[in-house]
Nanobody
C-alpha cells in the first residue's frame, strides 16, 4: 500500500530556507512520478514541481531557480529544498505520487504540511 509521510514544515523568515521531505512507502520511483503541490488560503491547489524517472524535474515559474526537487532511491524519499522564501510561498504543501495505467492514473497524496514565511 502506498503511503506518503511528510515532514519539515514550519515558520521561516523571508529570504530563509526550508527543506521538506516525503517518505514514500510502497512507491517505485521508476514507475511513479513524484510531485509537490501547495495550496494557499482562498486559492486552488497548484503544482510546485515534479520529478520523473531518470531524475528529470519540472517547476512552476513562480518557484523556478529557488526550489529544487530531488529523490533518494535508497531511502524512498523525495525532498523539496526551498531557498529565498517569500511571503507568497506561504501555503500547505502536499506530496503526491502518480502512476499511469491503461484504465486511468493511480494518484496518492500526503497529509500536507504547513509552511509559513513571515517576519
Amino acid at each position: 500500500q502506498v503511503q506518503l509521510v511528510e515532514s519539515g514544515g514550519g515558520l521561516v523568515q523571508p529570504g530563509g530556507s526550508l527543506r521538506l521531505s516525503c517518505a514514500a512507502s510502497g512507491v517505485d520511483f521508476s514507475i511513479y512520478v513524484m510531485g509537490w503541490y501547495r495550496q494557499a488560503p482562498g486559492k486552488q491547489r497548484e503544482l510546485v514541481g515534479f520529478v520523473a524517472s531518470g531524475g528529470r524535474t519540472t517547476y512552476a515559474d513562480s518557484v523556478k531557480g529557488r526550489f529544487t526537487i530531488s529523490d533518494d532511491n535508497a531511502k524512498n524519499t523525495v525532498n523539496l529544498q526551498m531557498n529565498s522564501l517569500k511571503p507568497e510561498d506561504t501555503a500547505v504543501y502536499y506530496c503526491n505520487a502518480v502512476r499511469s495505467s491503461a484504465g486511468g492514473p493511480y494518484i496518492y497524496w500526503g497529509q500536507g504540511t504547513q509552511v509559513t514565511v513571515s517576519s
